[in-house]
């Protein structure tokens, strides 16, 4: 039998963007089905594969997406989304993968499912790209989100504490007015791919709060003391309003929580 470990890195090594995501389904598919073993017998790569384009760039240097109602800024936004989601697999497959062993298989199941999910959601949004003619990798992206998953790989606390609960929380708080523009825009699809990614990210975050709460419990510590020291120590971009106050507390994150580390001298 296949360890779980082994898939896991398989599938983060899958360049290739329908690889990936092929990859991310059967390893979540496998594992749901009893067909890899729960075994850590090698590492996970410090950096998954990508595919040549697009082109990485560090987030100083990306381009203006120009003005949100022409062709070009709906195709950089949507461009910039499928970014993301494509990135996400990799984190939700590298969570399971560096840290399943000491977490558990539940932690596995949950961050496997997840990873399926992203995969989905980045499937969806190349279909949309297409349908203005364009597909991923036609223009520069920023590689932001793997580095902060990479300074936290030595703890699974800072990796939730940063990752689920702090950047995908982030987008708890910009999706809701990203829905309006594509709805005054026109795009009744857009909107509908938007909701469902919202929905299930909020999801995410749960789970991934759920998991920080019980390392928390472990190591003795509160939970929202632990949160806030490893964000202070780790994450190192800016905390700032507005946030999705119901969104998040839905999540399980309370609002003394992050406003207790948003950015310094911006009105709440």
């Known amino acids: 039998m296949t360890s779980l470990a082994a898939a896991i890195r398989a599938a983060l090594l899958a360049g290739d963007p329908r690889a990936k995501l092929m990859a991310a389904r059967g390893v979540a598919r496998d594992w749901r089905l009893g067909r890899l073993d729960f075994a850590f017998d090698c590492a996970m790569p410090d950096r998954p594969a990508r595919p040549e384009r697009p082109e990485l760039l560090a987030p100083g240097r990306m381009p203006k997406r120009g003005k949100g ?121 857009g909107v509908r791919i938007l909701e469902r990614i919202l929905d299930d990210e909020i999801v995410h975050v749960r789970i991934g709060t759920k998991h920080f709460t019980a390392v928390a419990l472990a190591r003795g510590e509160a939970m929202e003391d632990l949160w806030k020291m490893l964000v202070i120590r780790h994450f190192t971009g800016a905390i700032k309003p507005p946030f999705n106050d119901s969104a998040r507390l839905a999540c399980g994150l309370s609002r003394e929580m992050y406003h207790a580390v948003a950015l310094p001298g911006v009105a709440l």
């Open 69 to 189: 109602g022409s062709l070009r800024g709906r195709i950089a936004l949507w461009h910039a989304l499928a970014h993301i989601e494509f990135v996400a697999i990799d984190l939700a497959l590298d969570m399971a993968g560096r840290f399943g062993g000491e977490m558990g298989p539940d932690f596995v199941s949950d961050f496997l499912k997840i990873a399926a999910d992203e995969a989905m959601h980045f499937a969806i949004l190349q279909r949309h790209l297409a349908s203005m003619g364009a597909a991923y990798g036609d223009l520069p992206a920023h590689d932001g989100l793997w580095e902060a998953a990479h300074l936290t790989r030595h703890d699974v606390a800072a990796r939730l504490a940063v990752v689920p609960m702090v950047l995908e929380a982030r987008g708890l708080d910009v999706t809701p007015p990203t829905i309006e523009r594509v709805r005054q825009a026109g795009d009744g699809a």
